[in-house]
């Protein structure tokens, strides 16, 4: 394609944590990005506090953790829940309930900074007005914004993503169906200033609904008010405190009127999911293209997910290291992970927030949670670690960790210890040679500027090894494992398929 024709490579739409994510990725690629957004400066508001397990490892993978301000290794917990039923994660091998206590605002800055040192074009103030027809078979994709001066005009790009959010105008102007269940229930969440709470972590059920409380610092906590019976809030609609201060003393009997916010906001337990979460040249991610009950503050990890499987795969088309059938491999894959997201909260939903009708429920996994294999199914679940992609014509039986993402092992070679995240840094995909092999480090010729080949061996650990008796290892630059094996054998073809041809 002329490149001459286009404004850049890839239009972003919105500047979240999706889109954030998504810019540094397509920068790492090579390709260049320009990301519109309709406010004119971050909210700071703190919104998804955390993130999981996996969307733990994906910022690692990019070096992103020292900017949160705590090293490498930030602060995790053992102990999780599924719908309230708490439990320890670390029965799943590499598992805990992620990182907790990070406001999203920081993790919107983190990632800002991020894609802006990278090169990304960020244009705050910028809306999104209309899409142009042809999106689907021509080589340009077109769309009209509104610029900070209130000025309409083009711009063009080879592909369009939107990343704007549950009410996507992207989605909508590409004519993706989305279909699930409205919204049956409001409810309230907030930061609130000036008052003396009971911490309700977990949360309490009540008679008249359910609520949570948990201090996010000295003067400030964060609330979520889940009255029973009050439907469905109109997303355009401002929420006062006053209406968070009544419902909260409905359901507790407590008076907190006398308090302030720093925001409030409304949400709902529509469920939502894209037929497909791609149009010809144009994309969905994160929350256009699922939305869900914000059980466990999967919603915004989910986004990241979904972004770092979409930028390598977008910017190695880019580059025409990539044919269509790459494309279509974020549908594949990230499509039943967001089935399966919108399972489990609703699930989590049903436990958290039913009446008495659900005590039965809660009663069973109250009995099912004492099981390890309960635990371990359940933590890989909600830290995002069980994750498998199929990756098609696998050998039978495929390797045990085809299709999963690489486990945080440590690796040592000629210059010392290292991890596979360290490796991931720059996107491109890794070969591990884990036996000083020649024909394995041979295998990547010609496809060096894509692949880098690390011979390395894995440190040993206790117990069951997937690893053992594996001499190679082909890593995707998501963190994921597209080639395993005891030989070379099939490594040519693994290559091709996901880095395209050797020059």
């Known amino acids: ?61 990019r070096g992103l953790l020292p900017r949160f301000g705590q090293g490498e290794t930030l602060a995790t917990s053992p102990m999780g829940h599924f719908g309230g039923t708490q439990f320890d994660f670390t029965v799943l091998p590499d598992a805990h309930f992620g990182a907790r206590g990070i406001p999203q605002g920081q993790t919107e800055a983190v990632l800002e900074d991020w894609a802006d040192e990278l090169g990304a074009d960020i244009r705050r103030g910028w809306e999104f007005v209309s899409l142009a027809d042809g999106f689907l078979d021509g080589d340009i994709v077109e769309i009209t914004v509104r610029t900070p001066e209130g000025e309409e005009r083009p711009l063009r790009a080879s592909y369009l993503v939107g990343c704007d959010g549950g009410s996507s105008r ?18 309230y969440l907030a930061d609130i200033t000036g008052v003396e709470l009971r911490a309700r972590h977990l949360g309490e059920r009540l008679p008249n609904g359910m609520v949570m409380s948990a201090p996010l610092s000295e003067n400030i906590w964060r609330i979520i008010v889940c009255p029973d019976g009050t439907p469905a809030h109109d997303r355009e609609r401002t929420v006062t405190y006053q209406e968070v201060a009544d419902a909260w003393r409905h359901i507790t009997g407590e008076d907190i009127s006398g308090g302030g916010a720093s925001w409030v ?29 914000p059980a466990g503050g999967q919603g915004l990890s989910t986004g990241v997910q979904d972004a770092a499987n979409l930028g390598w795969k977008l910017a190695a088309a880019v580059r025409g290291d990539a044919s269509d059938a790459l494309l279509d491999t974020y549908h594949d894959e990230r499509h039943p992970v967001g089935r399966r997201l919108l399972m ?91 036996a000083d092999d020649d024909a394995v480090r041979n295998a990547a010729q010609g496809r060096r500027d894509r692949v880098e080949v690390a011979t390395v061996l894995v440190k040993p650990v206790e117990g069951p090894d997937p690893l053992a008796d594996t001499t190679a290892v082909l890593v995707r630059p998501d963190g994921y494992v597209a080639f395993a094996g005891s030989s070379a054998d099939g490594l040519d073809a693994a290559l091709e398929h996901w880095f395209g041809p050797a020059r």
């Open 170 to 187: 992207v989605r909508k102007a590409a004519g993706f169906d989305f279909p699930g269940t409205d919204a049956g229930r409001g409810m």
């Open 1 to 61: 394609m002329d490149g001459s024709a286009t404004d850049t490579d890839v239009l972003v739409v919105g500047a979240g944590p999706t889109g954030l994510m998504l810019a540094g990725e397509l920068r790492l690629g090579g390709a260049r990005v320009v990301v519109i957004e309709k406010l004119a400066a971050p909210t700071g508001q703190s919104r998804g506090l955390g993130f999981t397990a996996r969307a733990m490892e994906t910022f690692d993978e």
């Open 265 to 293: 906001s409304s949400f709902t337990d529509a469920t939502r999911q894209a037929a497909e979460y791609r149009r010809g040249r144009v994309f969905l991610v994160g929350d256009a293209a699922h939305i869900h009950l």
């Open 344 to 434: 489990n909260t609703r699930t989590q939903g049903m436990v958290y927030l039913g009446g008495a009708e659900s005590d039965p429920l809660r009663e069973l996994f109250g009995e099912l949670i004492r099981y390890d294999d309960v635990k371990r199914h359940l933590a890989g679940i909600v830290s995002h670690l069980d994750i498998r992609y199929d990756l098609g014509d696998a050998p039978q039986p495929p390797h045990p960790l085809l299709g999963r993402r690489m486990p945080p092992r440590l690796l040592v070679g000629a210059d010392g210890e290292t991890r596979i995240a360290r490796l991931l840094h720059p996107a491109r995909g890794v070969l591990l040679d884990l």
